[in-house]
Structures are given as structure tokens and as C-alpha cells.
């Protein structure tokens, strides 16, 4: 049978049509051992008044990353309709069996949410998640925000980021939101391997499409949560569902223009990084080293910078396995 | 049997009264599944120059601490027996099979080496680790280093500790190695639970004893690793068994007096921290808050400070359960 | 390579067109690490004699639901292929891995056999059975029956089954097989969510399909065996497979109209159900409370009856998760 | 060092001398790899006025059964102080992470709570619990009620309980609190087994104790947890720290006078009971088979009573091991 | 989107177009919770010299079976590019992240590589193996070379085998290959199932191929090892890629005309080879037997072999599952 | 309480003092998740005429080694009980669920039993098993078997061994057996490491005591399994629990005088050993390569033989981890 005329199993509980508040869920039937009709619970809050705009806010593509969790839980539960023009719908724990275990894929079926777009109403519980946002969710929304950061295994310097795209008016509109977002870094990316990509699935519906990098380890601190509540007011405001003045703050303009940016590891063992996170590189200076756990007196595997540049990304982990990508390295654009 | 008198199996591949450099192994055969005359190899390096006194330098107590393997692995390929007058014996991946799966217990027996002590020539893996250095190493040492960080749940400020202890003097000579490691902080810790501690096991027989928590998440700074090789040659020159200068910084000294010191957690969900590392706290002031995953437009539950200071321990991971102790704030001594 | 294309795997070691009774094995070729050249071994019972109808018989479908397993594997074991006009294929372990593990689904994929058709010739193991199912043994039939109870994880009040079908000819034969089953209770069923059925599959073959709940807990009783066992001899005998007469009991017919027969936990902890099953229910009534076990003095969550009825089928566990269905309350029709 | 001279590390965060009603955690320090400095909450209720007796109530020693929990949650939410003459001590889930996984024994350490007394305070996780149980509550206690059900894999006649005891006073007191609590079965016992288990350590201090075993099968049910309710109340009014009446039912005085009253498995397959909970056996009948799931058209293995009564326990899953309890048989005492 | 269109993830270090050695890798990113921009390095060595054919020699594509890793690494270390006349592409390690589990199929997704082609660029990791053997380096050859043993569980005579393929002149090519190959036996395949399978994907474009089975139970001798060094070494020679002479050797030829060759269990229990590997067998006589491990006194399961021949492989391990594969009878051929 | 008095839970269902055959169990009760009253039952059989001494028969001690299981269980069922003059005690499957797993050691605790004498009746599975034998079967036998081979992980030449012990008188009876075995090899051991062995507490207790080496891998050849049947045979003729003739066979001495005979692997890849079992190897020879399987084109590391001898025992799989014995030389005694 042809796939598109499937349906998906996922049902909310909430009504995107009604003014107001309404914190719900969507519902995706879920049979298992443990529960043979059971269901996964997606939480979902939608503000609306009136008929402006739609903003869709999401968090939680990756669950070990939790500065989009935590400022979009915080805008669901003081977001004031009457304030809104239009409509936000927020969705803080997007794969929200990864936010509860707290990892990067579902505990599920390892699903990786944003590399299985555009999903199937009758494949994996990742995949269910992702087509009912390809043909629920994305077409309702103008403007898309997706909040990542580095999870457990990376850590970035904090940057919004918006995507080269054929459509030059598109890409403006979306640049003007990266811009609005106020990071303290600004990245403008050339998609290399878009297979799956949440944010290719909403480029290609047309829609203004924003995406973050907040920082990483797993963790979050005071700081980046507070770039990610100001920005997410800020969009709000810069695409006039809310009223306000943008709280500007000073953004760098980064770029990673090639293959040599990234630094990988051919070898297993703890990772030495020469440099912190921000700090400027020289090509050919030693940037990493890996040191074997299997014996002392073994000399390091040493990895130097093919670009200068600054440290926008490293490999967060102490222990580094063969493939890893241990460090990338980026332009400051003036 | 009497315990005293079984033989500890570990077998080292190094001779420790020899002079020179020797790069070897703590052999403890480990029948099981996979190899049923298999061994865990414990990596260690011995530096013997003449008859001065003995160094015992560890890192990797627990797996998923990289200040103390980095440093003490680069300092068993650099450092020259001529230099020294006495003996370094370097053991940098002490709880090896928990350095080589980048966990804080040993994969094995999910034994924490650093609550196994005295151990047992008879019992786990781990068990048998510890009563080798009970047994052992500790007894050929002078002066103890154990180099700890925050791991993959934890992040400190950056600091070198002694215990207070009954003998006056001892503690004395205790605290003077931990100011001549030089850290960003100091931390004189009074033990509230010491059951099964390394640093107990070795305070016991009065050696002088110096640790260290210096940063965590499981990562490593080029920063904090600088820190960390700053401060054993610092000692190495302060015990006299390297000649050179103590390379000095300035120390910020800490103490936390009692258990409102520390902020458990009574709730699982996401949490945000008010407060970074280093920041000042006052007293009664909102700290911490746990934010539940399982819904939307729920408030959260508020965590305040007990007491004023500064934050100098957090939980690391983004995801909080209950029973989880969210942050540590010290007093600043002057 | 077109799908249809591709032949499946397992190969019977009965042959079904041979009278008398074998017991064999559906053999499916399954490589994997712990056997190269192994296979999984459905057991087969065939039982024929002459040119009649056929019946095929499957228990089994889910791994830890009982009634049908005894009940045809008793059948098998004392079938007197002379008493027989036609052929009875007895599969009584049809998702043999998971009976054998006493799961819902498979412990080799994970599937749900019952959400698998048609399957695939090349898929997961779970999807060759339905393939051969789909492909093979249902064109052979006449008459199909699957026997299904709640599992460990669903309770339900002893039921018989059939569909509402758009050819209402084949409605009024499954019909007339479920009354001849004459189970304590009946539920004409509007299936809404057919994807992946095996009943589905049977009926879109026009064939006459039985199926039943009886029970559950992934437990069996004396009583629940003996409805299985009565109802499927009085199936052979309805369909002239077997001479005798029916052993008749009486029977309440009941509807599960709509979406609010159906109650769902948003919220974790304990189930405490205020009725049994077979208790009348009124709309409104308080029905269930989920109780948190993570602290004391915290009221449950109430969950109120949206329709009146009885308790037709219940969440077995005393542990519930969010997104399960506490309870089903079902409408007598008079 | 002597093991009597540990301190065991459970700190409570309530007040066991004050008056009123406090709601808390027994809090557990347990470093692991997901948390270092985590802990385990056990919670727990302490409802005091003035100087009465002692009660000292426990559900979820096995995390799968539901009629303590259940009971005493909701006693822990709704005891009045003023009414109360003395102390309640209510500990609904006493091996709480068994009960937050629904496991009879702790994930954590396999830890089986009810075969770990007197415990350790250096042990398990488990041994931990009991040691806390056995040196801080049970010497404040003067009656004990351990309420118990079957699990997932047993299922009971609701009985209350006690043990034939050295000391016959007690042995009174016991019984006349196993009566007052008014299941629908009485079970006097004489342990062959007491190796670890709490009701000893609970009898050997002298104390009241009085347990049960209220269904099983690893769910509940509203009768079996009325039964719970009452039984809790009646005990509270016959010790005199609740006014009131007892409210009373019959109950039919059970024994099991050796080991001829239990029939264990010798073989693998799928279990035929044939009768039910409650129903007479003679001496010599058919009580159960085992079906293989291998094959069909093998004979099940067949198990004949060995005595005669009324079948009072049962292996609850349809699934059965060799060496599993199958059915046993109690006697009626008139 | 068309799967044609899609392009393979995996890029390659070594330049296959360049004169002289490369040692590098082919690599796979593979984003995973404890990687996020991780990558799976499979190592390649590619030997080039001038313009003359080029020779795909593979080992590894099962984990577990040593000596086409083993023969093709020192292969690998020793071919001197002055000596080729064409190219040489070595895969010792094909399916890597098995042969670094040492297991049969891939530990990521349990993939069984050569039951994977063609393959999919979008699919799982052994899947997007398949397809860049499949699209770039399948058609990149001349000659193919497979080595493969028995893996774990299953043990086999040495030999080297080609397909019967429906071009004769192909297969002339192919039995040349064989013969070349000098193992001390060699078997004609006609193949029943060649679903997914690499030989019929590099036979479907032409190529000659060359396969082995070596030896088996997961371990290697000296004297397998120097059966796959010499036919690595003598194909090389055969195909005029390298100068010299083919050291020569007798090799007996099998055939396993039909499914009669193959003995399966239809009992689980430990198993009795009553042959050892190359005796003679007559068709009837007892081939194995199966006991029982659940009790004592029972007698085994006995299995006759249904034709005569030599015992040409063999189930390896002792204990034995219903299914498995327990013995195969080959003819010889004169 | 003094472990010596606490009672082993494992009851026989055999009366070891009767006459005749009995085939039964060992009754060790195992409460755990899956059944709460179950057991692990061990197979027994007693073959009992009159008062002659008692031999006890064991195989399984490790679970992946199959000369003992197979060679004991076909023992069990056909010693005549009228052909024996004493008792002959058979336990083919010792360490029952590591036999059932296919594991060396037990899949409940990891208990290696052979490593856990003199057990503990309170202690974990193994350890129960292990005080049952210490404290009931072996003080019943005058003659002690117990059949081991390599496992799936170790190889050895087939020989039966005995210790050097101070009664030189009982040793003299213990070689006498080993030498009425009649093995190819027999070697007279040293033993460097006692702890737990089942051997010493046999030995201890003034048993005569002989063990074996029959083979390895985890498989089972029909040419070790004779050696072994007719070792067993011949044992019984020895001790004159049998009639009849010994049947003699040719039998290599050999000796492992010190630590020199072990060849330890210092890292991880796959083995190239230079030899195969029975081989002369000379001191200094290259012995084994360990070759990396991260990369090509990097050589293997060498490991030397460090005395002359034959290959007596090797590291079996083809896989290697840092500290496997890689290869055990053997002196031939003359």
C-alpha cells in the first residue's frame, strides 16, 4: 500500500485551533512488553490569540541536550496568550523518551530524530515522531526554531545558525531570525550531508527556519540558559508575535568553509586538547594529542590544525575512540 | 582462613627496587567468560634514582576523571631518573578497567576503588586492587597523590585538599604538599565518612597524603590539565625528590563546615542551576530548580541556599533523579 | 528486486495435503552469532482426512498470552484425524521465540507478530512468519481462528470476537462462529487502527475469522482453559469439521462504541482500580488513582469513567507509566 | 575493623520524637556511575501523639506486590495524629528501588530485602536497607505489620499470618494480631527457613509481628486492597492506637503442615493448573501439567497432589522452569 | 526519493588511483549517544602499480573468522608495489566493528554483512557497508576474493569454492581461481539461496570470484593460516598480478548435491559428533547424538545421516539448539 | 551466627544409602524476579551395590567444556548396577546453569565454581554449590573424577593430572589413577595458586583425587570424547568398583616446572600463533604475533618462547586482549 496514505497513529489531546493555553500531549500508541497498550506521551503547549502567525518552538530533538528543554518548558508554563498575536506552539521534549533517559537517540529503537526525516506513520517510534511533524506540525508554522546543543559528547562555543539556501529570500528571512536570536556567535552553514535533516524538512515546506548550538557535555549552565530564553523571546518579537524591544547583545560571525575544519581521531585512548574552546589556532600548530591507557611510556598520537582559526567545537568526552571527531576549528568572518 | 594470610595475585612486571626508568605492568589474573586464563594489566612506571625518598602518584581512582591519567601519564614518559632523588612510582590508570570504559566504577564488579579499602586478596577485582596498594605500594611510600576530578556527574572548582587528622603533625606536612600543588583553591575537608577511602588507608599509616578535585564532566581542559602537571612537579620539587623551583600561583582556600553545605534533590526531572561555578550564593537565595519532563505548564520545584558562599561543586548532567546532590556551596576562608 | 519476487524461507517438514496427523515444524533459517547455520522451529500440527473444509488454528501470536497454546496444543496431541471432515492446521506457538521467552514480542526483533502483515519474504524474522502466514498458510483456509488473551500487562473479561467487515456475508459467518465459540462474553469490534493485523489480513483473503480475549495476567486458569478448549471444538463442529454438538453456555454481547470507553495514565506510580472487571460502571465515577511512589503524603492522580458500563479489560501491573491505558469499560448489549 | 562498630550511612529526614505528621525520605548515599554523589530515597510517614505504643508498618519489601504499598500510601496520607495514641511508623516501599522498578529484588545489587537481614551497614544497597531496619526502626517498634502478596510469580488466598514462636506469650500477641486483622484466611507457620528474613529479626527482638500474603500475580485488585485497608485498621484499633471498632469478616484458619503440600516442576513448558485458588484437592488427583512448547504431539509431564485441602498458592505465569513451585496445598483447620 | 540518487556516507583516506602503498581507512560517520560525530574507520591498503587488473581481496566479513584477516593484514604489510602489475585493494577487516567484537554479525546492528547486499546509502551502518562495496568498489575490480571459515560455530574442511554461474565461460574463470587457490579441498556451489549475499553481488557484474571456508570454531591454526597465505599468494600469481610460480598442492573435490547433505536438531541438549571432521560416512548409519542436560537417565536424541560421503562440516559448540545445523555430508568427486 | 552451623539449603531427591540406580536432582531453592519459589535442580545419579568405596564422578565444573558432561551423562545411563561393587555418585552437569548457558562460569553470579571452594551454604548460587559438595559429597567418596577441558577459550593436548602433594603416600594413589586413565598425556602439577580449587578441597580431606584436560574450544570431538569414556571406565576397573581389564593406551609424560612455560599477551588484536598444539617449539623461537585489527600497515607485536618444549595449551579464540595466556610450553619427561 502506498505509504502517503497511511495515517499517523499520533493523536493530541490538545486543540492547535483554540485560543489560549492548552499544556497536553501528543499521543503515539506504543505496544510492548511492558505495556501492551501503552503510549508515548510527547508534552505539548500551545498559546494562541487570534489569527497571526505560527511559530512552532521545539527542544529535545537530541535528549542529552538541555538548553532548549529548559527555556521552552520556562515559555510554555509564562506565556501569556493575551500578549501573543498569533500562535506559538512549543514542544520542549521533542524525542522525549531520549530527554527521560537523558540520551542523545531513543532508548526506543536508537533513533537518531534528526536524521529520520521525513519519517513514516508506520515505521519506528522515532520515525512516527518525525512524520507526524513533516505532515502535522511543519505545515501549520511560518517561523521554525529548533534548540540543539553539543549533548553529551560535543560542546560548541554558543552560536545561532541558519542554513545557505537556493531560495536567497528565504535564507534572508532566516538570516534576519539567526540575527534577532542574539547569540553571542552567529554561524551560516553550507549543509554538507542534509540525509534526514529536521531542518531540511522545514527548509524545503519554505518555512523561516532557525537552529541553535548552545554549548554541551551533557550539561547547562546559568549562562547558556540565559542566551536561550533571550533569544527565544527575541524571535518572538523580531516576527512580531510578541510585543517588545530585541535585548541585542554582540554576535561574532563564524564559518567552517571545508572538510579541513574538522580534526579526526585514527586512534583510541584520552584525549589531550592544546586549546580551549575559543581560543585561536594556527594552521599546522599540535592541536590534540591521544594518549594510550594501555601502557605508559608509549608516546601520544599527536593531531595538528589544517586552518587557523578559533576552537568552535571540540570532542567533550575525556576518552576518544578511533573516528571521533576531536575538534573543529573556525573562521572568524569580519 | 585467616584473611592476613592469603597472597594478593597480582604479580608486577616491574622491578621497584631497581634504578632507572621501568615501564610495566600490575598483572591480576582475571578468569572469566571471555578468557579463562585472562588478566587485568595495570599499567605502572617506576622512576629510581638512589635511595631518597618514595612518591606515589595516582589518577584514575575512578575512570571517568582525566586531570590525574593525562598528567601522570606524560609524566611517566618525561620525566628522567637522573633528575630525581629517590623514587616516583606512577600508577595513572590505578582502577584501569574503569579508565578503559570511561566510567566512574569498574565495569567489571561496578566496584568504586576509592570505598574498597582496605580490600581483599580474596574478593572482586577491585577489591583486590585495593589491598595490593593496602598491602603493597602504600607501604614503600612516603608522600600519596591521588588526583580526582568531578567525573561525568560532577564539576568542582578546581582544588587541592588535605584532611584534618588526629596526628598534628602529619596533617601539617599534609597541608603543606596540598598549598605547594599550587591549585586555583585549596580545601581543608574534615572526613564525615571515610569508610573504605584510599586517603584513609594511607593517612593510616601516616604517610603524607594529597588530593584533589580539579574540574569534572567527564571532559578535560587544557586549562585544568595545566593545573594538574603544574602541581605534581610542584611537589615532586617540594618533597625535594626533583631540584628546581616551585612554579607558585594564587590559592583560594575553602572549607565547608557542614551538611547545609549541600542541596539534594527530592524530585527527577531537568535542572536548571541559578548559579555557575565560582559564583557567589547568599543565603536563602533560589539556587536550583528541578523542571519535570513529563508535562508542560507544571512549575517547578525550588531548591534555596542553606548558606552563603560560593558555588564549588555542582551536578553535572543536565537530567536530575531523586536523591541527587545538585550543588555544593564552600565558605571562603581568609 | 520487486518484493513479490522473493520467496520466503521457511520450509515445512509436514506435508499438507497428506492425510492423517503429523506433528512437524515450520523451519526458518535464522544466522546468528550464536549459531551460523541455526533456525527458528515453529511446531506444526496437521490433521486431514478427505476433501473438507480447512481450519487453521493459531495460538501464540502474542508470546505471553496462554489460553490458546494449551488449548491447541492439547487439540493437537488428541485430534483423532478419523472424526475429522477436512484438514485442521494447528499452529499453537506461532511467534514460537516469544512464547518461548514468555514475551509479547519477539526477543530476536522486537516484533509485534500481530502488527507485522503481510510481512516480508526478506525482512526480520517476526516478518517472514507473517510473510509465510500471509502467503502460504491463509490462502490454504476456510476457516481462521487466533486465540489471544491480555498478556502480562492486560486484563480482560472472557471474550469472543469478530469484525465489522464492509462484505456484512462474511460478517454473519464470523458472527455465527463467534457465538459457536460461546465464551462468557461477545464484542462485535469497528476495528480503528487495522495496520499490520493479522485479522485483517484473514478477512481481506475472505475468510472467515474468529478471534478472542480470555483472560490475562500472562497467567492462565482451569476456567479460562476450559472456555478455550469448549470453544474450539465448538467451532470445528459448526463448521462441520467435526461431527458432535455444540456445548452451548450463555453469553452477554458487549460494544466498545468509542474513543471514551478507553481511560490513559498521564502520570507515573501505583494503579489503584476502584472496580474489578465485570463491575458496573457509571460515567463520572472515580474509576482509578495513580499513586506516586517517590514520596508519601502526596495525593494520587483520579481518573473518572467518561461512560458508563463495566469494566470490560484493565492494566494488569500494579505499576503503571505515563501513556498506559488504566482501563476499558465496555457497554452491554441487550 | 567490627562490623558493629559501622555507622550505617541512612540519614532521616524526619524526627522520629516529634509529634504531628511528617512526611520525609530515609536518604541512602549510593555512588554510581549516573550519579556520584546520588542517594537512594526510601520514603516515609511518621504520625506521633504523646507516648503510646509503637507501630512500625511496611509494604514493597518485594517491589511487586501492591497491597502494602497501596494501603499504606493512602494510611500515610489520611492518619489523623490527634486520633493516633502512640507513633505509627508507615514505610509504604521499603526496598523502594524494587518498587520503582516492579521487580521483586532491587536492581541495583539483585538484593532480595526479605533474605538480607540482619543486613550490613558496609554492604549492598540492599544489606544497607536491612541493616537500618534492624538496628534503628525495629528497636523503636512494638508491633510490626510486613504486608506481603504473591508477586509476579505467585499467587495466594489472601491470608494474614504469623509464625509458631519459643516463646508463646509472643506467639499469643502475634496470633491475636493476625486475627484482629480479619483477611479472609488465616496461616499459623512454622518457618523451615528463616535465613534472612525480617519477620526473625523482627520476632527475636521480642516484637509483635504480623505479616500476610494478600493475592499476587504482580497486579491488585480492589478487593484484595479492602482487605489490605481494613486489616491495617482493625490491627491499629485491637493495639489500641486507634480508637474504634474492629471491623470485623470471617476467616477461615489455614496450615501447611510439611513439605508433601508443595509440587515443584522437573521439566520446562508451558503450566496446565487444573484447578483454581480455593478449589479442593484429594490426595493423588491430577494438580497441574507441563506442556514442552518445542514440539507438538508430546505428552505434557503430569503432577499428582500429594495430600489432600484446597489449593492455597500457585506459579502465577503460564511459563515454568524446572524447579518452580508449582501449586501448593494447605490444609483447613477446624 | 529515489534510492539511486542517494549517495554513500562511507569516504575513503587512500587515493585509489595513486602508484605505490596506501594505508588508510574507509570511513563511515555514525552518530551515536556516545559519539555524536563519531565514525566507523574500516582499513584499507591499497598496492598499485601501472595500468594491469585489480584484485578485491576481502576477510572479515563475518567478525569471527580469522584467516582472511589475518592472511590479508600480513598481505597488506608485505606486498611490494614494484612487484604488482595492476592493483591490489586488501579489506582485511570488511564488517570491522565485528571483527573488533568478534562476532559473526556487527555488534551495532546486529547485521550480517554478507546477507546485506546490494545495500542501502541510507540504511544501517553493515548496510551502508554493502552498498560502498556494492557501488564503488565492486565495480572498481577483476578478480574477487572472499575468505571466509567457519565463524564460531560452525567448523569446516578447508577448501576454496566458485558458484555454478549461468555464463560457463565466467565460471571457467571462476574454477580456475579455485584451483589457483591450492586449498586441500574445493567444492562447486550451487547456490539455493543467494538472498543478500556478496558473491552473487560481485558474480552479478561479472566479476571473477573466488571464495573459501578455512577452517572454524573461531580460532585459527598454523596450518590454516598457511593454506590462506598460500592461495592469497598463488591468486595473485594465477592472475598474472604478481610474477612467479604457484606453489602447488593436492586438493580433493566435494560436492553437496542436495539437501540431504544437511543434518538438523530437532532437540535442544549437548552434542555427540559420532565422526570427527574428513571421515567417511554411510548413508544410514548414526551421524550424532543429542542428550539431554535438564536430567540424568534420559536417553539422547539420535540423527542418522541420510547419504554417504565424508564429514565435511560441523556444528562447533558443544551445546546445541533446536534448529541448529548438526552436520554436513559432502560427496567426493573423481 | 557461626557460617558452621548454618544448613545448606540444597536437598537430594535421591537417598544416596539405597541400593540401585537413582537418577534425581539436587534441589538448591533460588528465589529471584522470574519465580519467586523457584530452584536450580541438579542432575544426580547414585549406582549403589553393597559396601564397596564410593567414587564421585563430576563434569560441568566449568559449563563450556564437554568431555565430562557427555562422557558422565551416557556413564549414568548405562552403569549396571549389578556390574558395580560400591557406589559410584555421577554429577555430569556440576555447575548446572553454566552448563544450560554454555558459560565457564554460572550466568546467575558469575560464580567460577572451581574458584569458590569451600563455598559458603549462605553465599551466592556457586557458593552454595560449592559448600554442598565440600560438606556432604565429598566426605561420602574415597575416589574423586572431576573431567575438565579448555573451554571456548583455552586448547590443550589431552591429559589426565594430579598434584604433588605432602602425603606422598596419597599421592602415589591420586598418580596411579591419572595413570589408569589411560590420556595421551598425563602431567604432574605444581600447583602455584590453590585458592577455591575443588581439587584441594578434595586433596585436603585425603581423597584421591584426579582431574583432566581433554581438549577445548567449547567443542566436543568423537576421538576426546573416547578418551575420556575409557578413562572413566578404566578409574572404576582401577579401584575395583568395576570388573574387568583396563584398556591401555600410550600416555606422554609432561611437566610445567615454572612461570617460564606462559607466554602473556601485552596487547589487544588477533593472534598468529606460530605453532600448533603438540609442536616442539625451541626457546627463543618466535612463538605467537598479536596483529592490530585498527589499522594496516602496522606490524604485529612478537612474542618469544622462553623455553624449549612442546605447545601443551594456547590461547584459542583468534581474538586476543591485553593479559591472555597466549600459549603454555610443556617439558616431555623421559
Not at 200 to 221: D, N, P, Q, R
Not at 273 to 284: M, R, S, T, Y
Amino acid at each position: 500500500m502506498s505509504e502517503t496514505l497511511l495515517r499517523n497513529p499520533i493523536r493530541p489531546t490538545v486543540d492547535f485551533e483554540r485560543d489560549g493555553v492548552q499544556h497536553g500531549y501528543l499521543r503515539l500508541p506504543y505496544s510492548r512488553d511492558d505495556s501492551a497498550w501503552g503510549a508515548v506521551m510527547i508534552p505539548v503547549t500551545v498559546v494562541k490569540n487570534g489569527s497571526g502567525p505560527t511559530a512552532l518552538f521545539t527542544g529535545g530533538n537530541h535528549g542529552d541536550e538541555y538548553e532548549g528543554p529548559l527555556a521552552l518548558s520556562k515559555l510554555a508554563s509564562s506565556l501569556d496568550p493575551k500578549a501573543v498575536a498569533g500562535r506559538v506552539i512549543i514542544v520542549p521534549f521533542m524525542n522525549a523518551p531520549a530527554v527521560w533517559a537523558g540520551t542523545r537517540t531513543s532508548p526506543i529503537d536508537q533513533g537518531n530524530l534528526n536524521r529520520s526525516f521525513p519519517g513514516r506513520p508506520d515505521g519506528t517510534v522515532t520515525q512516527k515522531i518525525a512524520d507526524y511533524f513533516q505532515r502535522s506540525l511543519l505545515p501549520m508554522a511560518d517561523l521554525v526554531l529548533d534548540i540543539h546543543s553539543g549533548g553529551k559528547t560535543l560542546d560548541f562555543l554558543p552560536f545561532a545558525a541558519c542554513h545557505v539556501l537556493p531560495d536567497k529570500a528565504q535564507q534572508a528571512r532566516c538570516e534576519a531570525g539567526m540575527r534577532a536570536f542574539c547569540a553571542p556567535y552567529c554561524m551560516r552553514m553550507l549543509e554538507q550531508d542534509a540525509q534526514g535533516l529536521y531542518d531540511t524538512a522545514a527548509e524545503a515546506l519554505g518555512k523561516v527556519f532557525v537552529t541553535t548550538e548552545l554549548g554541551g557535555g551533557g550539561s547547562i549552565s546559568a549562562r547558556t540558559l540565559a542566551i536561550a530564553e533571550r533569544g527565544v523571546r527575541n524571535l518572538l518579537v523580531h516576527f512580531e508575535l510578541l510585543d517588545g524591544e530585541i535585548e541585542s547583545a554582540e554576535s561574532v560571525m563564524l564559518d567552517m568553509p571545508d572538510g579541513d575544519c574538522y580534526v579526526c581521531s585514527e586512534s583510541d585512548g584520552l584525549l589531550e586538547l592544546c586549546k580551549d574552546l575559543g581560543e585561536p589556532v594556527q594552521a599546522g600548530e599540535l592541536l590534540a594529542r591521544v594518549h594510550d591507557a594501555r601502557g605508559t611510556g608509549v608516546g601520544p598520537v599527536d593531531y595538528h590544525a589544517r586552518r587557523s582559526g578559533l576552537l568552535a567545537a571540540r570532542h567533550f568526552p575525556g576518552r576518544v575512540q578511533i573516528g571521533d571527531t576531536l575538534a573543529v576549528i573556525a573562521e572568524v568572518v569580519r
